[in-house]
Structure formats: structure tokens, C-alpha cells
């Protein structure tokens, strides 16, 4: 079956980057696009942004433009993604999530706390 | 990209059917039919019940059915049961091939 498992939680202080990882199981990783969506606490899902695991074609939210970089390695099935220059406010559960238009399968979740 | 407009709550009682609506524009809704619905309960990662406007993926209810008229989608659940109590998204393609999402509704089961 599909897997998605995602890195630990991480606590990083204002101005840092955070580096999460997708280990993707149980489908051919290059066949479908992974997304990354994030969830701050009691609030909505918000979407950040897509890779093609096949090509490395990046598209990003335009909030996030300038800050996120998604990235791959195809070799291990993994997909990263980045965000850097963080602030409180990008206090959140990140999820990496397959699928293109329609997302079919979400990993456990990152929290990323960011904190001085 | 603004996200797309749903009501903060529905609720209903077992048995009964609920609708929730999603909003957006002619550059996301209204413009493709990639609408997706979305379940998350508490402390879960979300699940897809809904994809391109009105199918089920594989081993989802059938009392969750989605339609779309104009720029709004609608996600009904009929025969309402306590476990659908939880939160419910939408989410579109859009013109600028990125994702939107809703703004989410809560679902209560009285």
C-alpha cells in the first residue's frame, strides 16, 4: 500500500530554515507529483506548493514564493521540502501529499515549532 | 490565491442528509472540474472523499457525493452517521496551476 512517512518533529528558532522528508513507498515515486500542505493549530489546510518527482518542475504558492524550495531524490524515493527565513507564524503540521489536481494519500504530518 | 469560501458549520441528525458549499471563482471552481473534498478529524491527516467534482476514490461511502454548478461545489452526505463529525475541505485547480483550499467546515452530528 501507498506510504508516506514524513521526519520528526523539529523546534527551530526565528530566522532559521527547516528541512523536511518524504519517504515514499508502495508506488513508483516518479509517476505522481508530491504537494506539500501545512496546518497551522485550529486552522485550515493551506496548500504551498507541488513537485514532479520525475522532471524536479517546481510550482509554489505565490505566499511562499522567495522562501520554500521542494527538491528530490529519486534514488531513495524521498521528496524535501525547505522553508527558510521562518518566523512564529510558520508554526504548523507540514504534510507532503501525492497527487496531482486531487491529493489520494497524505503522510503523518511534521510539526515545526518555531520558537526563540 | 484567496481561498475558497465555505460555511464555518453544518450540523444534522443521524439519518439526515447536509450539503456543504465551496465558493470560489471562474478561475478555480468555475473553470476546472478538479474539486476535491477533503475529511480530517481531529489530530488525523486528511482524507480524500471526493475527486473531479463528483467521484468516489475506492473504499469511500456512498452516502458522500459531490456536484458542482457555476463557481460553487457541493459536498452532500446523505443517511448522516457520528462518525462524519469532523472537519470537511474543498479544494480546486486553478488558473495559475497551483491548489486552493477551502476554509473549512466543521460537521456536527446533534
Known amino acids: 500500500q501507498v506510504q508516506l512517512v514524513q521526519s520528526g518533529a523539529e523546534v527551530k528558532k526565528p530566522g532559521a530554515s527547516v528541512k523536511v522528508s518524504c519517504k515514499a513507498s508502495?508506488?513508483?515515486?516518479?509517476?505522481?507529483?508530491i504537494n506539500w500542505v501545512r496546518q497551522a493549530t485550529g486552522q485550515g489546510l493551506e496548500w504551498m506548493g507541488w513537485?514532479?518527482?520525475?522532471?524536479?518542475?517546481?510550482g509554489y504558492a505565490q505566499k511562499f514564493q522567495g522562501r520554500v524550495t521542494m527538491t528530490r531524490n529519486t534514488s531513495i524515493s524521498t521528496a524535501y521540502m525547505e522553508l527558510s527565513s521562518l518566523r512564529s507564524e510558520d508554526t504548523a503540521v507540514y504534510y507532503c501529499?501525492?497527487?496531482?489536481?486531487?491529493?489520494?494519500?497524505w503522510g503523518q504530518g511534521t510539526l515545526v515549532t518555531v520558537s526563540s | 490565491q484567496s481561498a475558497l469560501t465555505q460555511p464555518a458549520s453544518v450540523s444534522g441528525s443521524p439519518g439526515q442528509s447536509i450539503t456543504i458549499s465551496c465558493t470560489g471563482t471562474s478561475s478555480d471552481v468555475g473553470g476546472y472540474n478538479y474539486v476535491s473534498w477533503y475529511q480530517q478529524h481531529p489530530g488525523k491527516a486528511p482524507k480524500l472523499m471526493i475527486y473531479?467534482?463528483?467521484n468516489r476514490p475506492s473504499g469511500v461511502s456512498n452516502r458522500f457525493s459531490g456536484s458542482k454548478s457555476g463557481n460553487t461545489a457541493s459536498l452532500t452526505i446523505s443517511g448522516l452517521q457520528a462518525e462524519d463529525e469532523a472537519d470537511y475541505y474543498c479544494s480546486s485547480y486553478t488558473s495559475s496551476s497551483t491548489l486552493v483550499f477551502g476554509t473549512g467546515t466543521k460537521v456536527t452530528v446533534l
Open positions: 501529499a501525492r497527487g496531482g489536481g486531487a491529493i489520494f494519500d
Open positions: 508502495g508506488y513508483t515515486f516518479t509517476s505522481y507529483d
Open positions: 473531479d467534482v463528483s
Open positions: 513537485m514532479n518527482p520525475n522532471s524536479g518542475n517546481t
